[in-house]
Each structure stands twice: as C-alpha cells, then as structure tokens.
RNA sequence: GGGAGGGUAGCGAAGAGGCUAAACGCGGCAGACUGUAAAUCUGUUACCAUCGGUUUCGGCAGUUCGAAUCUGCCCCCUCCCA
C-alpha cells in the first residue's frame, strides 16, 4: 500500500510521516518543492542526517540551489524512485505538502519537452495575451483567467512550440490515477490551530538560525529562480538587502505561510479523493489500525 | 489652562449634503489550478434574506425633502504653547 500523506504546512507531516514508516518499516518519498535543495534546511523544515527516519527519505537534498526545477523533472525523478522502490517495499509513504508535484507524478500528467523564448511575450499587456491565446488555444481561454499572465504565457509558448496544444494535450490524458493502491491521507486540523502552529513555527526557525542559513547560501551559491522563491528565503533576503526591517521580515513570513498553508488545504480538498482527519493522532490511528 | 488636528466597517485609510452599505489597501473567508506551485490568479467580506429589506460612519439633539458629510452640546484621542 502507499500511503499519501497530505496537509498544510507546520502541522508536523514530517514526523507523522516518520513514526508510520518506522512501524511499517518501509521507504518514504518526499514531495516538497523546496526541501529537494541541498543546503535549504531550517527554512523547508527539512529533517536532518541526525534525526530519526532520515535515511528512509528519498527526492530531499536532491539538487543544489543553483538548479531550476519544477513538476516534469519532479514527475519524473518521483517515478523513477517510487517504481523502484515497489520492487523491493510493499508499503510506501509518499508526504509533502506540494499538491502539483504530488498530482502530476501520481496521475497521467503529460508534459512536453520545449524550449521557447518568451521574453516578446513579457513585453505584451493582459489584453493582447489574452487575445493571442484566444487566436492559438481558444479552448485554453476558457480555464484560464486573463490576469492570470503567467499561465497565459505559459498557454502561448505550448501552443506555439509544441505539437499539441495546452487543451489538446489535456484532452487526451484520462485523469487517472497511474498505480494501484494509494490511499490518500489528508490531515487538515481546525484553521486557528495550523495558524498558530506556523506562528511558533516560524520563530522557531529565526532562533535557529535561518538569517545564519541565508547569508551561507548566498554565500555559497547563485540562487535560481526557483530556489529564491522558497517563503522564509525570499523575505530573508530582503531583510539582508536592508529592505525590511527583522521584525517586519519575521512578520511577513508567518504572513505568507499562513496564506500559503489556506492554498493547500484549498487544492488537497479539491484535487485528491482523499480520507480526511481532524489531527495527527486520527491520521495516524486510521493508517496503523489499517 | 490656551491653541491645532482628529474619531469612518476586523485594521489602515478615502469620502466634505443626494450618484454611498460607504473608494482603496491589508487581514479574513471561499475558490481555481497540468512546466517558477512555498508560485500565479479569481470571488467575497455591516446585518437578514431569493428579489429585496434592516440598522450604520464616537454620543445625543438639531437644520434639511435628503446628513458620514452642516449646526449645538457632550465623550474620547494626538500634537503644540503654558
């Protein structure tokens, strides 16, 4: 069985996710946009070499932070290691809080290989993209929201360079799972309690040192675009650029985890058939007692 | 004690007689999601309800066909001079 443990962030997934893989001895494939990076520690709440279950975690510390990633190499790096991994384990823990990541390497996501230059397209206003997705991809129009630029540019650079249209190559996946026996675990605790766990979270990760983490990957490091993105890193480095003050900085990720942490349970709510728990606790009990 | 400026929805902040249940921002809530997803975007946010209705802009009393906007008194806050 593989079981997919989903929930916000900071409601303790990580150590969920570690005391059933240690009663079940078995394998745990992360799925965590940011904890893929090395050296991105206290700010992804990543586990550490000295903490237990460490060795059983697959796809964290993967690539460095100069590297781009996104869901086709997660897709891919996901199911090399999890078919892999079903030769030898009769269970296997899949937990990360990135709903798209988790999606596309689960169900029959396609996504092609192209390159496109699409800096004309940056240049152009809402307006004039939208109409030139209207011309390329009508069918896209209808999913996709005119202020929504980047996937309107995204739509654009697919239906200019691909084979397929954006639409067309949706059209022509099932929308299916691709293995058997997953269940989907989706611990979503009461609002005020995740909100409050990701306010003590996050000083909790400034008292051990993320200012400290920032300046030596800055130091050590390019970032990449996508690297930069992480919440706790971006706003880290504004405080460093003198942009901010430490307590606004502090201030604004609580912020910005809490918004992100009501977008998951929006998209795990919405895109997974999934089993939902109000704690840990029940989570842990309904996985373990079968 | 003298002078000046203020009190507007959860917060910040516009509005200076009808077009205002009240701009805008933040926060909240809800939602979308197929290549940056810890990203990007949408809707909603006095109260009750389907149309529609009810009560609001520190308080009270006025002026007016009509007041958050004008007048009087009162209560708070900030700054300056004593």
Redesign the pocket.
């Known amino acids: 069985m593989t079981y997919v443990i989903l929930g916000p962030t900071g409601i303790g997934k990580t150590s969920l996710a570690v005391e059933i893989v240690e009663h079940l001895n078995c394998p745990i494939i992360s799925c965590?946009?940011?904890?893929i990076y090395k050296d991105m520690n206290i700010?992804?709440?990543k586990i550490m070499p000295n903490e237990k279950g460490f060795d059983r975690h697959y796809l964290i510390n993967k690539i460095t932070p100069e590297e781009t990633?996104?869901?086709?190499e997660y897709q891919s790096d996901f199911r090399k290691t999890y078919e892999e991994l079903l030769k030898t384990n009769k269970d296997i823990v899949v937990a990360g809080?990135?709903?798209?990541?988790i999606k596309?390497a689960l169900y029959d996501?396609?996504?092609?290989?192209?390159e496109d230059d699409t800096s004309d397209l940056e240049k152009m206003d809402n307006g004039a993209l939208y109409n030139l997705l209207t011309v390329l991809d009508p069918e896209s129009t209808k999913?996709i929201?005119p202020?929504?630029?980047?996937?309107v540019i995204?739509a654009i650079s697919?239906a200019r360079s691909c084979a397929k249209t954006?639409s067309e190559?949706?059209d022509s996946?099932e929308?299916k799972l691709l293995y058997d026996n997953i269940r989907f675990i989706f611990v979503n605790p009461d609002?005020e309690l995740v909100y409050e766990n990701i306010n003590k979270r996050v000083d909790g990760m400034f008292k051990a040192g993320l200012v400290e983490e920032v300046k030596a990957l800055l130091n050590k490091y390019e970032l990449s675009?996508?690297a930069r993105?992480?919440?706790?890193y971006k706003e880290v480095i504004s405080y460093l650029n003198k942009e901010l003050s430490l307590e606004d900085c502090i201030e604004l990720v609580k912020?910005?985890s809490?918004?992100?942490a009501?977008?998951?349970?929006?998209?795990f709510?919405?895109?997974f058939d999934c089993e939902t728990y109000n704690s840990i606790k029940e989570a842990k009990e309904a996985i373990i007692n079968g």
């Open positions: 965590d946009a940011f904890q700010g992804t709440g990633y996104s869901v086709k809080g990135t709903g798209l990541y596309a996501y396609v996504f092609e290989t192209y999913t929201h202020n929504n630029r980047k996937r995204h697919v954006k190559g949706i996946q929308h609002r675009v996508t993105e992480a919440i706790g912020k910005r809490r918004n992100y009501k977008r998951q349970v929006t998209f709510k919405h895109q």
